[in-house]
């Protein structure tokens, strides 16, 4: 079955960056894109950006540009985002999810999602 | 970057039947923007409850259909039940950028 499995919670400094790790297993993982999502204490969902494992490529929201970064490693079916210059309101929950593939789009899997929290 | 609009709230009657929409700031809703429907109950993870439009995984209850009405992208809940009390977020496709809208938090009174 499709899992999505991301690294666990973190605390950070504001100014620091945090990278969040998500682990792909249940289906090959170079044929899907893989999208970013976040959710602030409360608040709705807000898409961050997406990455395709089949060919390295970006889109990031405008909000995001400049301080996050998408990448892939397809010899451990792993995608991350690091997110840079940390601010309090950067806390909230981050989820990856299966993206549409290279040909059709379909059912988007989630990962649990991984708390960031930002102290000042 | 567009704003993607949906009702912050609605009431439906436990085995009646609601219709949430989803509009764009950009004009008409159309199968070119691959809306989306997602479900999130209170402390879940979010799942996907329709997708392209009308499509449904395997999970979704028949009860749930998706459409476009009036130029808008739309979820109808026919026969609602207490647990589809949840929070309801569509999101649209802009040439690749997706975006949200604010959910619509249904209640089922």
């Known amino acids: 079955q499709v899992q999505l499995v991301q690294s666990g919670a973190e605390v950070k400094k504001a100014g620091a960056s945090v990278k969040v790790s998500c682990k792909i297993s249940g289906y090959t993982f170079s044929d899907y894109g893989i999208s970013w999502v976040r959710q602030a204490p409360g608040q709705g969902l807000e898409w961050m950006g997406w990455?395709?494992?089949?060919?390295?490529?970006?889109k990031y929201a405008q909000k995001f540009q400049g301080r996050v970064a998408m990448t892939t490693d397809t010899s451990t079916s792993t995608a991350s985002m690091e997110l840079r210059s940390l601010k309090s309101d950067d806390t909230a929950v981050y989820y990856c999810?299966?993206?549409?593939?290279?040909?059709?789009?379909?059912?988007?899997?989630w990962g649990q999602g991984t708390l960031v929290t930002v102290s000042s | 970057q567009a704003v993607v609009t949906q009702e912050p709230s609605l009431t439906v009657s436990p085995g009646g039947t609601v219709t949430l929409t989803c509009g764009s700031s950009t004009g008409d809703v159309t199968s070119g923007l691959h809306p989306y429907w997602f479900q999130q109950r209170p402390g879940q993870v979010p799942k996907t409850l329709i997708f392209?439009?009308?499509n449904k995984p395997s999970w979704t209850p028949a009860r749930f259909s998706g459409s476009l009405l009036g130029g808008k992208a739309a979820v109808t809940l026919s026969g609602a039940q207490p647990e589809d009390e949840a929070e309801y977020y569509c999101?649209?496709?802009?040439?690749?950028?997706?975006?949200f809208g604010g959910g619509t938090k249904l209640t089922v009174l």
């Open positions: 392209e439009t009308n």
């Open positions: 999101l649209l496709s802009y040439t690749g950028v997706r975006v």
């Open positions: 999810a299966r993206d549409c593939s290279s040909l059709t789009c379909s059912e988007w899997y």
């Open positions: 990455i395709g494992a089949y060919n390295g490529h970006t």
